[in-house]
């Protein structure tokens, strides 16, 4: 169990923070939080340390990029761009660029069952065909007010 200790002089409200929230500033390191609960720091093995400490700092960014994925796997319905050039796009890997150029995926969904397609790679793929989807939507608009 972590405790949660009372840190003086808080900005917060609620002036409680446990020592996982506190290892998630990049201030503070198991040392430092030793110095408040000398305890707690020698019963945690040296592995869990390094593993709080890691999914603390990156909780904010984790489940950013796990929102963006959920956010991803939603609109697996998105057609890619006709006649993409996966070599011309940078944040490809040569594995990932080679196995969407020998499959050819025609939607996001395909792209996501894909193994070894990165989820990085398949968040920036889906704001690809999103931006894409809006760029035909506003030419088949303009082509309607010519007509």
């Known amino acids: 169990m972590i405790p949660n200790f009372i840190v003086r002089n808080s900005k917060s409200q609620n002036p ?3 020592a996982y929230e506190m290892l998630g500033r990049s201030d503070i390191d198991w040392p430092l939080l030793g110095l408040v609960d000398p305890e707690l720091v020698n019963e945690v093995p040296t592995p869990v340390k390094l593993f709080l400490r890691s999914e ?3 909780k904010d960014q984790i489940n950013t990029h796990k929102t963006k994925i959920t956010n991803a796997r939603k609109d697996e319905h998105l057609s ?3 006649n993409i050039d996966y070599d011309k796009l940078p944040f490809l890997s040569r594995e990932e660029t080679e196995k969407l150029k020998k499959f ?3 939607t996001l969904g395909q792209v996501v069952r894909l193994e070894g397609i990165t989820p990085a790679s398949l968040v920036l793929l ?5 931006t894409h989807k809006k ?3 506003k030419e088949e608009m ?3 007010i010519e007509m």
Do not use: D, G, N, V
């Open 16 to 18: 409680k923070i446990s």
């Open 56 to 58: 603390a700092l990156y």
């Open 80 to 82: 890619l761009p006709e």
């Open 104 to 106: 050819k995926p025609q």
């Open 126 to 130: 889906h704001a690809m065909c999103r």
């Open 135 to 137: 760029t035909l939507a």
């Open 142 to 144: 303009y082509s309607e």
